[in-house]
């Protein structure tokens, strides 16, 4: 199930499978105030069916998935697995590296959030101030705007930041 936020009075669900529009729930109060993977702060819960029975814990927690900064849209979706969370690959500019130029293409591992475990990933620079990172497992939550750090080993090699 998808949320689509909007600040015009009311939130838009889609169904992931059949998209058929389910109930508005509320609004959001700004875009700049969310970050992608955000759980907390959402001012939603659990949605349950009408009548349906009270607690149980079945359902899972919302979390930010994307943001429409034209349309005004903030997309949430249910479940910490969900696929709009994970991303395989990434692009970053603004590069800063420690040796003053970027490291050569190769295997390398990178963090994308804070105390995040360093993932292995493949490096492909785009110049001095650009490079795409691809990843042999998917990163949760790749948020633009955020810092992708490379390693070789212990050894911090730079970065730069992550591109919408």
């Not at 889609?14 to 509320?26: C, D, E, N, S, V």
């Not at 979706?77 to 603004?94: F, I, M, R, T, Y």
């Not at 003053?100 to 990933?121: E, H, I, N, V």
Request: include cysteine; aromatic fraction near 10%; glycine fraction near 14%.
């Amino acid at each position: 199930m998808y949320l689509s936020w909007s600040s015009e009075l009311t939130f838009l669900m889609l169904a992931t499978r059949y998209a058929k529009p389910l109930p508005a729930i509320g609004q959001h109060v700004g875009l700049s105030f969310y970050t992608l993977g955000q759980r907390q702060g959402l001012g939603i819960g659990g949605l349950k069916a009408k009548g349906a029975q009270r607690g149980g814990g079945e359902h899972a927690p919302w979390f930010v998935a994307r943001k429409d900064m034209e349309k005004n849209t903030l997309w949430v979706v249910q479940g910490h697995d969900h696929p709009w969370l994970l991303s395989n690959e990434l692009a970053a500019q603004d590069t800063a590296w420690v040796a003053g130029t970027a490291p050569a293409a190769g295997p390398l591992s990178a963090k994308t959030r804070y105390r995040q475990a360093d993932a292995p990933c493949g490096l492909t620079p785009h110049g001095e101030q650009a490079f795409s990172l691809h990843f042999s497992e998917p990163q949760w939550a790749v948020t633009p705007g955020q810092s992708a750090v490379l390693y070789d080993g212990e050894v911090c090699l730079g970065g730069g930041v992550i591109a919408g």
